[in-house]
């Protein structure tokens, strides 16, 4: 999806131009392995598209060309060694990339950008099970994203060991799971317990799916909490036509 000279981004469908929010709109997809984020991104894409909205699909980490140099560094576990504290280093210098290249121009332009993991899975992954203080955390994140909090943010729900059948089915015979796949059940189950502790302690900007239904529920869930909040937030939205 490109720029065009005159603010407005290319659908990539026929030449139409999609809407512009008058204020763009930031939404999160968190959770375990296996419960789904990526297919229901797409999906929840699809549909806003459909509708002429701007749409910006993304992901950490990586998202950025200097995030996604990082990302193999992260997920191979060659960062390991190093310990959990240079390892959340990493995912902020990778976030922070991420912000300011991608996600804060495009939300700035009025478009809504719909990110595969964020803030809660630094805040679960190396804060909680990688036993990280929590001070140095919230000073990690502060510099990070510079003010740049999601409006929304969808948690995605599933017993780890469900989950982890399905990402182990996603890969195929062939792939390696990456190095949070690796890690004991007891693990994944104590991160299914701090993303709920999240979602408690934010209600105003979280919301809990159960993503051990099909994937067509899950996606009526999500459509439906996404354009509700769009309502609540955007009331008027700015539209642009197709050039004659």
Not at 3 to 8: K, T, Y
Not at 22 to 49: D, H, N, P, V, W
Not at 121 to 139: C, E, H, I, K, N
Not at 168 to 187: C, M, V, W
């Amino acid at each position: 999806m490109d720029l065009l000279s005159d603010g407005s981004y290319d659908s990539g469908q026929n030449g139409q131009r999609q809407s512009r929010l008058a204020s763009g709109f930031f939404i999160t997809f968190e959770g375990g392995e296996g419960a789904g984020k990526s297919t229901q991104i797409a999906r929840l894409a699809r549909r806003m598209r459909a509708k002429k909205y701007e749409v910006l699909v993304t992901r950490e980490p990586g998202g950025s060309p200097g995030a996604e140099a990082v990302r193999h560094v992260l997920l191979s576990g060659a960062a390991e060694p190093f310990g959990p504290k240079m390892e959340a280093i990493l995912f902020a210098a990778a976030r922070s990339d991420h912000v300011e290249q991608v996600i804060r121009p495009a939300v700035e332009h009025g478009s809504i950008v719909l990110c595969d993991r964020f803030i809660d899975s630094s805040r679960v992954y190396q804060g909680v099970t990688g036993g990280l203080d929590t001070d140095f955390m919230q000073a990690l994140e502060a510099v990070a994203i510079n003010g740049m909090m999601p409006d929304m943010t969808l948690i995605f729900d599933i017993d780890p060991a469900e989950g982890l059948k399905r990402a182990a089915a996603r890969r195929g015979a062939g792939d390696a799971a990456d190095r949070f796949e690796k890690e004991t059940l007891a693990i994944h189950r104590r991160r299914r317990e701090a993303f709920l502790a999240i979602a408690e302690a934010e209600p105003e900007r979280c919301i809990v799916v159960d993503a051990s239904a099909d994937p067509d529920t899950v996606e009526h869930v999500v459509t439906a909490a996404v354009f509700a909040a769009l309502e609540k937030r955007v009331p008027t939205q700015r539209k642009q036509t197709a050039p004659a």
